[in-house]
């Protein structure tokens, strides 16, 4: 089973050597990275093409549901999210 804390514990364990919990420890990690630069790379690389496979089929390039709109790329959802992100960060700042 998909044990989040663990795979989550596992991570912290890894970045905590300075090893890229992404290959199981089989780089390094720079600092103020959360995984090594071919991982890096790879995950980009695969948002990259998944947002476009998303686009095409129509649907929101962040998340793949259905969009419910057409006169904006991503769905409500998302958009719902990152207005509320938005908004934190708006607080965040000004509690500062
Ligand atoms: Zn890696
Ligand atoms: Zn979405």
Redesign the pocket.
């Known amino acids: 089973m998909y044990d989040i804390e663990r795979v989550r514990a596992n991570a912290a364990y890894y970045l905590s050597r300075g090893n ?1 919990p ?2 199981g420890g ?2 390094p990690v720079e600092p103020g990275f959360k ?2 630069r ?2 890096a790379i790879r995950e980009s690389e695969e948002r990259k093409r998944r947002r476009k496979r998303y686009a095409e089929q129509g649907r929101c390039p962040s998340c793949g549901r259905p969009r419910d709109d057409d006169s904006y790329k991503t769905c409500s959802i998302c958009r719902a999210n990152s207005k509320a992100q938005h908004e934190a960060m708006k607080q965040q700042r000004q509690e500062k």
Request: overall charge positive.
């Open positions: 890229c992404r290959c089989a780089n995984r090594c071919p991982c």
